[in-house]
């Protein structure tokens, strides 16, 4: 109980720590961000019969949007394209393709879908599209075909058009927005014409043509290498990340122990159970240290009384030290509990009582001497507030504490609040689209763990003085006793008049489950046990008591992306454009 740090505060910090690294390794975060574009496309167009044979080639990049696919808007002005097949290496390649009217063009296009409507992509990856446009009108001498219209969204890093099958008299190429002429040379290349853009930028159509003096057998032209992947850096971002985290969780223990070390007098756990403020030189131990120097001890610490080892040991105010309180008070005969744990009532001792505890049960109790548990009481409430407070300001007097003493703030508001704030901020962006950029990734692996060490190690910093640490031992060594009990013990209390007041330390301490079970085995009457451990009703009746001093809540009345159209640079059919779906 003096080591304040359980298990399940490592896990907590060892999930905070891992679950960077382990997004990361799973491609959720960190992979960069990178904005969605053309890598490359090769685009070549072979003469068939009065039309032309389109294959474009296409690496896009999808970089951190998830799509569908390869999505292609065709105009019909050379006939609705026909003979419309796909593929991938890479991707899903399944085909669709819907009639869509263009109000900008006033016409009909042809909307091709490639992907998977069930399945979405990121990253880059290839697609090879083949169609016919079936009315190119290659009998009337020449050609003027748009390539890509010039609402083409994306940059495309190279761009290359190649046409092969045709014997040109002379050639024409154009390339920007709608109406422009010139700008790019449909050269000769073998038995190719050739024109290559590094890069077509958004915006920009491509137009080509020429005067055609023969058709022949088109030359092959084979499909262009894959470009440059980029390089996965997973794996070193994933150790980087792991050891941010590690950094940070590992060295908020360390530095939460440290800071948190306890003040104790002489070398042995008998001068440090003993020792006091004033008894010379002290030596520092941290909780878990601390805890080690307990022993076990029959006797419950004099002059101290049960909510002083609950805050002794949880070094913190809380429902635990004001139950204690009340625990206390049953035992002393101060406030007499029903055997069925509903009703209080005024003790057979309460004339004994401090004139402010006989006020305060006055209060409490009021004209009727009596309060029934299990649905609210705002006096119960007022006077579980007034105990807060008073344990608050005794826990700050007392003089057990060097630094955070119950109540107080232990760690700096400031740093504490820009902490919070940071790591609300890095994980506001690593789930609004930013959980991909390496930066951010970076500074979640370390302010994540930082946080959970906070929140899990803060019960660690406050630093007990010799005083509070001999105190906090007597109580830890009683403890012990009451977890290891059997039932001679229990007997034993019994026949000295002290199973009350050891029932009232039982729940104090955390040890009422283990105290009852030796009480259970005990040679007690049942009618002694009946009223010598009402106190542990204050454990087992928990809930009735947080009904009743727990005011009631009130309670008030009260086209898809990548869809693109239209735009060639002038001249002829085709054109049209490209995106994602």
């Not at 977890?483 to 007041?501: I, M, N, P, T």
């Not at 283990?514 to 009402?534: C, E, F, H």
Request: glycine fraction near 12%; charged fraction near 20%.
């Amino acid at each position: 109980m003096l080591n304040p740090v359980k298990k399940w505060h490592h896990v907590l910090v060892a999930a905070a720590v891992a679950i960077t690294p382990v997004l990361v390794l799973l491609g959720f975060a960190g992979r960069g961000m990178y904005p969605e574009r053309f890598d490359a496309k090769q685009v070549l167009v072979t003469p068939v019969g009065d039309g032309v044979r389109i294959r474009e080639v296409v690496d896009q990049d999808f970089g951190n949007t998830e799509r569908h696919g390869y999505e292609r808007f065709i105009p019909n002005d050379f006939g609705d394209p026909i003979d419309i097949v796909a593929s991938s290496p890479d991707a899903p390649a399944d085909v669709g393709v819907q009639q869509e009217f263009d109000v900008s063009r006033n016409d009909f296009v042809t909307r091709v879908r490639i992907g998977d409507p069930d399945t979405t992509i990121t990253g880059q990856h290839r697609y090879i599209l083949e169609y016919t446009l079936p009315e190119a009108r290659l009998s009337s001498g020449s050609l003027a075909l748009d390539i890509i219209g010039d609402q083409e969204e994306f940059e495309t890093g190279r761009f290359e058009v190649v046409v092969s099958g045709f014997e040109f008299a002379g050639t024409t190429c154009n390339v920007g927005s709608f109406g422009t002429s010139g700008g790019c040379e449909l050269t000769s290349d073998g038995p190719l014409y050739r024109t290559v853009f590094e890069p077509l930028l958004p915006g920009q159509g491509v137009t080509i043509g020429g005067d055609i003096a023969g058709i022949v057998e088109p030359a092959d032209v084979p499909i262009p290498e894959l470009p440059t992947r980029r390089t996965s850096h997973q794996l070193v971002l994933a150790l980087v990340t792991a050891a941010l985290g590690l950094t940070a969780g590992l060295g908020g223990y360390l530095l939460a122990r440290r800071m948190g070390r306890n003040e104790v007098g002489g070398d042995s756990a008998a001068d440090a159970a003993f020792g006091s403020d004033n008894d010379g030189p002290v030596r520092l131990v941290t909780d878990k240290e601390l805890e080690a120097l307990a022993t076990t001890e029959f006797e419950a610490p004099r002059g101290l009384r049960p909510w002083h080892g609950a805050l002794l040991l949880e070094e913190r105010v809380s429902a635990s030290t004001v139950s204690a309180w009340f625990s206390d008070q049953i035992a002393q005969e101060v406030i007499e509990l029903s055997p069925d744990g509903d009703r209080i009532t005024p003790g057979a001792k309460l004339n004994q009582a401090p004139p402010v505890t006989q006020q305060r049960v006055a209060k409490l109790l009021g004209t009727d001497d009596v309060i029934t548990l299990g649905s609210y009481r705002k006096s119960l409430t007022d006077l579980w507030t007034e105990i807060t407070e008073e344990q608050k300001v005794a826990a700050k007097e007392s003089g057990w504490w060097k630094r955070g003493s119950p109540g107080s703030n232990t760690f700096p508001p400031a740093l504490f609040a820009v902490m919070v704030l940071m790591a609300g901020v890095l994980f506001m962006a690593f789930w609004a689209g930013l959980r991909q950029s390496v930066i951010v990734t970076v500074f979640v692996s370390f302010f994540g763990p930082a946080l959970a060490a906070l929140i899990s190690y803060a019960a660690l910093l406050p630093r007990r003085s010799a005083s509070g640490s001999a105190a906090a031992l007597k109580a830890e060594s009683f403890r012990n006793f009451l977890e290891k009990s059997e039932g001679q013990h229990v007997d034993w209390a019994w026949k000295h008049g002290l199973l009350r007041e050891y029932s009232a330390w039982a729940v104090a301490l955390g040890a009422a489950d283990a105290w009852g079970r030796a009480i259970a085995k005990s040679a007690v009457p049942p009618q002694d046990v009946s009223t010598n451990t009402l106190p542990l009703l204050m454990y087992t009746h928990s809930s009735m008591w947080h009904s009743t001093y727990t005011p009631p809540s009130s309670s008030g009345s009260g086209g898809s992306g990548g869809g693109f159209s239209g735009g060639f640079s002038g001249g002829g059919g085709g054109g049209g454009s490209s995106g994602s779906w």
